[in-house]
Nanobody
Framework: EVQLVESGGGLVQAGGSLRLSCAASGFTFDDYTIGWFRQAPGKEREGVSYITKRDGTTYYVDSVKGRFTISSDNNKNTVYLQMDSLKPEDTAVYYC?????????????????WGQGTQVTVSS
Protein backbone atom coordinates (compact mmCIF):
# COMPACT_ATOMS: atom_id res chain seq x y z
CA GLU A 1 0.00 0.00 0.00
CA VAL A 2 1.32 3.42 -0.96
CA GLN A 3 1.36 5.89 1.91
CA LEU A 4 2.70 9.33 2.68
CA VAL A 5 2.51 10.34 6.31
CA GLU A 6 3.30 13.86 7.48
CA SER A 7 4.28 14.68 11.04
CA GLY A 8 5.88 17.46 13.01
CA GLY A 9 3.15 20.07 12.89
CA GLY A 10 1.99 21.94 15.93
CA LEU A 11 1.54 25.29 17.61
CA VAL A 12 4.50 27.65 17.72
CA GLN A 13 5.02 31.33 18.40
CA ALA A 14 6.04 33.71 15.65
CA GLY A 15 9.77 33.50 15.08
CA GLY A 16 9.89 29.87 16.12
CA SER A 17 10.74 26.74 14.15
CA LEU A 18 9.20 23.44 13.23
CA ARG A 19 10.47 20.52 11.19
CA LEU A 20 7.90 18.63 9.17
CA SER A 21 8.57 15.07 8.07
CA CYS A 22 7.04 13.18 5.18
CA ALA A 23 7.56 9.44 5.46
CA ALA A 24 6.80 7.31 2.44
CA SER A 25 6.07 3.63 2.12
CA GLY A 26 4.99 1.37 -0.70
CA PHE A 27 7.13 2.98 -3.39
CA THR A 28 10.71 3.93 -4.08
CA PHE A 29 11.08 7.42 -2.79
CA ASP A 30 13.97 8.57 -4.90
CA ASP A 31 12.00 7.84 -8.08
CA TYR A 32 9.65 10.70 -7.24
CA THR A 33 9.72 14.45 -7.02
CA ILE A 34 8.39 15.37 -3.60
CA GLY A 35 6.49 18.55 -2.96
CA TRP A 36 5.18 20.35 0.09
CA PHE A 37 1.89 22.22 -0.20
CA ARG A 38 -0.21 24.14 2.27
CA GLN A 39 -3.77 25.28 2.59
CA ALA A 40 -4.86 28.04 4.91
CA PRO A 41 -8.51 28.46 5.93
CA GLY A 42 -10.50 30.04 3.12
CA LYS A 43 -7.59 29.92 0.70
CA GLU A 44 -6.55 27.69 -2.16
CA ARG A 45 -3.85 25.13 -1.65
CA GLU A 46 -0.48 26.47 -2.74
CA GLY A 47 2.88 24.95 -3.51
CA VAL A 48 5.52 25.73 -0.90
CA SER A 49 8.58 23.75 -1.93
CA TYR A 50 9.74 20.75 -3.88
CA ILE A 51 12.82 18.64 -4.41
CA THR A 52 13.27 16.92 -7.76
CA LYS A 53 14.09 13.28 -8.21
CA ARG A 54 16.54 13.84 -11.04
CA ASP A 55 19.13 16.02 -9.43
CA GLY A 56 17.78 17.19 -6.12
CA THR A 57 16.95 20.66 -7.40
CA THR A 58 14.93 22.56 -4.86
CA TYR A 59 12.32 25.26 -5.21
CA TYR A 60 10.66 27.60 -2.74
CA VAL A 61 7.74 29.92 -3.14
CA ASP A 62 8.85 33.52 -2.63
CA SER A 63 7.04 33.87 0.69
CA VAL A 64 9.20 31.19 2.35
CA LYS A 65 12.56 31.71 0.67
CA GLY A 66 15.34 32.06 3.18
CA ARG A 67 13.17 30.63 5.97
CA PHE A 68 12.25 27.11 4.84
CA THR A 69 14.60 24.33 3.77
CA ILE A 70 13.60 21.08 2.07
CA SER A 71 15.81 18.02 2.30
CA SER A 72 15.56 14.30 1.76
CA ASP A 73 16.95 11.18 3.36
CA ASN A 74 16.48 8.42 0.81
CA ASN A 75 17.74 5.80 3.26
CA LYS A 76 14.80 6.64 5.48
CA ASN A 77 12.39 7.31 2.62
CA THR A 78 11.67 10.65 4.26
CA VAL A 79 11.58 14.27 3.11
CA TYR A 80 11.82 17.10 5.60
CA LEU A 81 10.70 20.70 5.59
CA GLN A 82 12.62 22.77 8.10
CA MET A 83 10.64 25.90 8.83
CA ASP A 84 12.39 28.74 10.63
CA SER A 85 11.36 32.30 11.46
CA LEU A 86 7.74 31.26 11.25
CA LYS A 87 5.09 33.90 10.73
CA PRO A 88 1.36 33.86 11.50
CA GLU A 89 0.71 33.79 7.76
CA ASP A 90 2.42 30.40 7.60
CA THR A 91 -0.52 28.94 9.49
CA ALA A 92 -2.04 26.19 7.35
CA VAL A 93 -2.43 22.49 6.88
CA TYR A 94 0.75 21.25 5.24
CA TYR A 95 0.70 18.33 2.83
CA CYS A 96 3.44 16.39 1.14
CA UNK A 97 2.90 14.76 -2.22
CA UNK A 98 4.79 12.57 -4.68
CA UNK A 99 5.09 13.20 -8.41
CA UNK A 100 6.33 10.22 -10.44
CA UNK A 101 7.35 12.28 -13.47
CA UNK A 102 8.82 15.52 -12.20
CA UNK A 103 8.27 17.46 -15.43
CA UNK A 104 5.94 20.09 -14.02
CA UNK A 105 6.55 20.06 -10.27
CA UNK A 106 4.57 23.26 -9.72
CA UNK A 107 1.41 21.64 -11.05
CA UNK A 108 -0.56 20.01 -8.27
CA UNK A 109 -2.36 17.69 -10.69
CA UNK A 110 1.02 16.08 -11.48
CA UNK A 111 1.23 14.67 -7.97
CA UNK A 112 -0.04 11.12 -7.71
CA UNK A 113 0.17 10.44 -3.98
CA TRP A 114 -0.81 12.77 -1.15
CA GLY A 115 -0.49 12.62 2.61
CA GLN A 116 -3.27 13.44 5.03
CA GLY A 117 -1.75 16.74 6.13
CA THR A 118 -0.39 18.15 9.36
CA GLN A 119 -1.59 21.35 11.01
CA VAL A 120 0.86 24.19 11.56
CA THR A 121 -0.36 27.09 13.67
CA VAL A 122 1.81 30.14 14.28
CA SER A 123 0.65 32.53 16.96
CA SER A 124 1.54 36.21 16.98
Amino acid sequence: EVQLVESGGGLVQAGGSLRLSCAASGFTFDDYTIGWFRQAPGKEREGVSYITKRDGTTYYVDSVKGRFTISSDNNKNTVYLQMDSLKPEDTAVYYCAADPNGYYPLRQDEYKYWGQGTQVTVSS
